[in-house]
């Protein structure tokens, strides 16, 4: 079969197209025949050499894909050859066969095209899982979403404004906040000319909001903690500008405020089934009726891997890029 791999630890120009062995889906694992890859942030990171695999996952790219169940493992009864599936992966993704847990596969709704459906499992399971599941993100909240253009914030505004929140959402350019408005953001902040804060501030009424979901990092560390309300939480699941940033611990307990760090590629199998059955029951049926769906930004063949991965480095992607064999 065919799979994307990298020649060397460095840049896009070491991406290659490769002939490689198939290998048959293990007990509780289902065989998937790939439509599309969905390509993220980390597979960036991992092929310059500094976020590698897990123990035991595939050394190629992707964390996740859609397409066609081709075999099943032993001890599979819920996924059967032939079903239209989308799955979360500890990587692998970037091949026309793919092995996943049969814990993280989900099946493709009917009026969702399938190779969209390769944009739903990382974004999907990143946004559920840290807005509901550790934030506590109800209707009548206010979040505010950075990056709401990219993979991550385009899925979680549109699940925020599907819980019934107040979204502020965060985006560079007058063109890429118009984009994030009709996601369903109420309020969107151009963070290339406004400050984020001080329009927080603003449309709450000097409150702040009770979540933040940031992308960021350390460059938004202590603003982020600002524009938290009474109890606010900040769960912070990138660093795309910074490791480190001083914290004012006073703002912090004034507020009693909490700050949370999560990743989802180095949870443990269980974690990651608990996560991707609760997008099955609470966001499969938002995608079914049409309130939430995957944006699909730019789709390049395996063999122009190299070009998408430039293409999202260098910004301006609205939702996710796919990769198709």
Same mark, same amino acid.
């Given at each position: 079969?065919?799979?994307?791999?990298?020649?060397?630890?460095?840049?896009?120009?070491?991406?290659?197209?490769?002939?490689?062995?198939?290998?048959?889906?293990?007990?509780?694992?289902?065989?998937?025949?790939?439509?599309?890859?969905?390509?993220?942030?980390?597979?960036?990171?991992?092929?310059?050499?500094?976020?590698?695999?897990?123990?035991?996952?595939?050394?190629?790219?992707?964390?996740?894909?859609?397409?066609?169940?081709?075999?099943?493992?032993?001890?599979?009864?819920?996924?059967?050859?032939?079903?239209?599936?989308?799955?979360?992966?500890? @990587?692998?993704?970037?091949?026309?066969?793919?092995? &996943?847990?049969? =814990?993280? !596969? /989900?099946?493709?709704? *009917? +009026?969702? #095209?399938?190779?969209?459906?390769?944009?739903?499992?990382?974004?999907?399971?990143?946004?559920?899982?840290?807005?509901?599941?550790?934030?506590?993100?109800?209707?009548?909240?206010?979040?505010?979403?950075?990056?709401?253009?990219?993979?991550? @914030?385009?899925?979680?505004?549109?699940?925020?404004? &599907?819980?019934? =929140?107040? !979204? /502020?959402?965060?985006? *560079? +350019?007058? #063109?890429?906040?118009?984009?994030?408005?009709?996601?369903?953001?109420?309020?969107?902040?151009?963070?290339?000319?406004?400050?984020?804060?001080?329009?927080?501030?603003?449309?709450?009424?000097?409150?702040?909001?009770?979540?933040?979901?940031?992308?960021?990092?350390?460059?938004?560390?202590?603003?982020?903690?600002? =524009?938290?309300?009474?109890?606010?939480?900040?769960?912070?699941?990138?660093?795309?500008?910074?490791?480190?940033?001083?914290?004012?611990?006073?703002?912090?307990?004034?507020?009693?405020?909490?700050?949370?760090?999560?990743?989802?590629?180095?949870?443990?199998?269980?974690?990651?089934?608990?996560?991707?059955?609760?997008?099955?029951?609470?966001?499969?049926?938002?995608?079914?009726?049409?309130?939430?769906?995957?944006?699909?930004?730019?789709?390049?063949?395996?063999?122009?891997?190299?070009?998408?991965?430039?293409?999202?480095?260098?910004?301006?992607?609205?939702?996710?890029?796919?990769?198709?064999?």
């Amino acid at each position: 079969m065919r799979a994307v791999t990298t020649t060397a630890p460095g840049g896009p120009e070491n991406l290659s197209l490769i002939e490689t062995v198939e290998n048959p889906p293990s007990a509780g694992e289902v065989q998937i025949r790939t439509v599309a890859s969905g390509v993220n942030p980390a597979d960036l990171l991992q092929r310059a050499g500094l976020y590698p695999p897990p123990p035991g996952a595939s050394d190629l790219l992707g964390l996740e894909l859609s397409g066609i169940v081709h075999d099943v493992g032993s001890g599979v009864t819920d996924v059967a050859v032939g079903d239209r599936v989308c799955a979360l992966v500890d @990587g692998g993704a970037y091949a026309e066969l793919v092995n &996943a847990p049969a =814990a993280q !596969v /989900i099946h493709v709704p *009917g +009026g969702l #095209e399938l190779r969209d459906a390769a944009a739903v499992p990382e974004a999907a399971c990143t946004a559920w899982s840290n807005l509901v599941d550790v934030a506590g993100l109800t209707a009548g909240m206010t979040v505010l979403i950075h990056g709401g253009s990219g993979g991550v @914030g385009s899925m979680a505004v549109q699940i925020a404004h &599907a819980l019934n =929140a107040f !979204v /502020i959402s965060t985006a *560079g +350019g007058p #063109e890429r906040c118009e984009q994030v408005r009709a996601l369903g953001a109420d309020v969107v902040v151009d963070h290339r000319s406004e400050s984020f804060v001080d329009v927080v501030l603003e449309v709450t009424g000097g409150r702040g909001v009770d979540v933040v979901l940031d992308v960021v990092g350390a460059a938004y560390l202590a603003e982020n903690v600002r =524009a938290l309300a009474t109890n606010g939480h900040l769960v912070v699941i990138g660093m795309q500008k910074g490791r480190r940033a001083e914290l004012d611990l006073g703002v912090l307990l004034t507020k009693r405020a909490s700050v949370t760090g999560t990743t989802l590629r180095s949870r443990p199998a269980g974690e990651k089934a608990t996560i991707v059955d609760g997008v099955r029951r609470h966001v499969l049926p938002l995608i079914t009726d049409g309130r939430v769906r995957p944006v699909v930004d730019t789709i390049y063949p395996f063999s122009e891997a190299r070009q998408a991965h430039e293409r999202l480095a260098a910004g301006g992607v609205l939702g996710k890029i796919l990769l198709t064999p």
